[in-house]
């Protein structure tokens, strides 16, 4: 009886030793300061970054989070993380301290797809995971998206469309401008070629423009980009053309 208290006692006691230890050992000397502050940024590899190092700098130094000079056991990096990511158009962020008494910021962005200008006036992109992007203040060099799409249709209307540009470089580099019909239907204004092509509905994107590709293939390269008004592939397992 008496053993298997004594036992317990010296567990507890070892579990204290354990805590005490870890805080201590874990605490920051107070006369440490922050000597220096890494920014690093994730940025895309095809569009304009919407933050640059410089514009995160004076992001943590408009909040007051910029540590630089700072006793590095003030330095609360939990609140610089939930702080960064309260700005719309950073995906991720981590913040962390070194032993040599830096303070490293890493910020991953969100990648914008298209770009687009609403009949209702609102200007906006749309990121990779459908998502809504404020517009910038400057053009990203993306392609726009015209005629009757708002911030509440924009992902249903141009979820698969999104998807496939995102992917496919081909198409991002290929199309110039998407319009969307008061109907809901897609046409798309190519960057060569001096036609128009009508999806129809958004249903079947990936399947529409699997065939169009193979038409750009085998027929426009043969007697040209220009020879056609206009390309129809809402129906199924067909490519209707119209001559100028």
Known sequence: MWKKIFILIGILLAL???????????????????????????SNAHHA???????????????????MGWRMDSVRCRDIEAYLM????????????TPAGHVCVEV???????RVMGADGAQFYLDDKGGIIPHSGYAVHLPVVTGSVT???????????????????FWEDQIEQVHVTPAGELELVPRVGDHIVFLGSPEGVEAKLTRLKTFYKKALNRVGWNKYACINLEFGNQVICTKK
């Not at 991953?108 to 298209?114: D, E, F, G, I, Y």
């Open 86 to 97: 309260q700005n719309p158009f950073i995906k991720s962020a981590e913040c962390y301290k």
């Open 151 to 169: 911030k509440q249709n924009a992902d249903s209307l141009l979820h698969e469309l999104n998807r496939i540009i995102r992917h496919d470089s």
């Open 49 to 67: 970054d919407f933050i640059t190092q410089a514009g995160l700098k004076d992001l943590l130094e408009k909040g007051k989070l910029y540590p």
């Open 16 to 42: 204290v030793y354990l805590v005490v230890a870890m805080t201590w050992f874990n605490r920051e000397p107070s006369d440490i300061v922050c000597s220096g502050v890494e920014l690093r940024l994730q």
């Open 108 to 114: 991953t962005q969100r990648v914008p797809v298209l």
